[in-house]
Nanobody, 109 residues
């Protein structure tokens, strides 16, 4: 397994979760990001970190609520002020390591 995502679960609207994506090797020189895909919809990029300079990118709908970071071989996604429309499977991807299995986030009261 190259990438392993975890941390999903059930949370109430306005709540927070932190997702983790553990890589089988180092991440500091490789681009990596979080993506999500709802059933019947196209995959959407949530955030990513550049392998070149560590700069971050966020989708407009998530900027300000989500924060991505990496430490050693783990990529994190801190999600705050979650909304019901954030209910979806989140996956991590890197050109170096491929796709990790998804983790389901459910935002519901």
């Amino acid at each position: 397994v190259q990438l392993q995502a975890s941390g999903g679960g059930l949370v109430q609207p306005g709540g927070s979760l932190r997702l983790s994506c553990v890589a089988s090797g180092r991440l500091d020189h490789y681009g990596i990001g979080w993506f999500r895909q709802a059933p019947g919809k196209e995959r959407e990029r949530v955030s990513c970190i550049s392998g070149a300079d560590g700069s971050t990118y966020y989708s407009d709908s998530m900027e300000g609520r989500f924060t991505t970071s990496r430490e050693k071989n783990t990529l994190y996604l801190q999600m705050n002020n979650l909304k019901p429309e954030d209910t979806v499977v989140y996956s991590c991807n890197s050109p170096r390591y491929g796709w990790g299995q998804g983790t389901l986030v459910t935002v519901s009261s």
